[in-house]
């Protein structure tokens, strides 16, 4: 399995660079402190997130078993202006993945209710509508925790 993973920061360079993570990898267990590295398993995860203006669950288990890539953009927080148009374009692209058997998961430590208001909201007004894949809410950290990319620090 390959693991590449990188977090939004508002260049559109960046999305040359996707989160591509090969998804039919066993999920294991996360020690503390541990690093991702290439040809290692992704940590498994269970969450819940928004599309379509409803609440689902997603399980990268459930993508692992289909042997399904998963592509996976970690960003800071809904209604920041920078990381709106990567997801934007992300998901007007999700047919596009969905062709090569790949699905997109957007991920922050944002709760699904904040994912909610946020998708309810008109792109002109700060949000970023109706959108074609799911946020995923990191509420408690974990994932993020797990793929090395938590900030910890307050600045």
Sequence with gaps: SILTIITMTGSIFLLALAVILVACCAAYE?????????????????????????????????????????IMLFYPYDFTFVCPTEIISFSEKASEFEALDAKVLAISTDSVHTHLVWTRTAREDGGVGSLKIPLVADSSKKISASYGVLVTDED
């Design 30 to 70: 996360v020690q503390e402190n541990a690093r991702l590295r290439p040809r290692t398993m992704a940590p498994g995860f269970s969450a819940k997130a928004v599309i379509n203006d409803k609440f689902i669950n997603v399980d990268l288990n459930e993508h692992t078993a289909n042997n399904q890539w998963t």
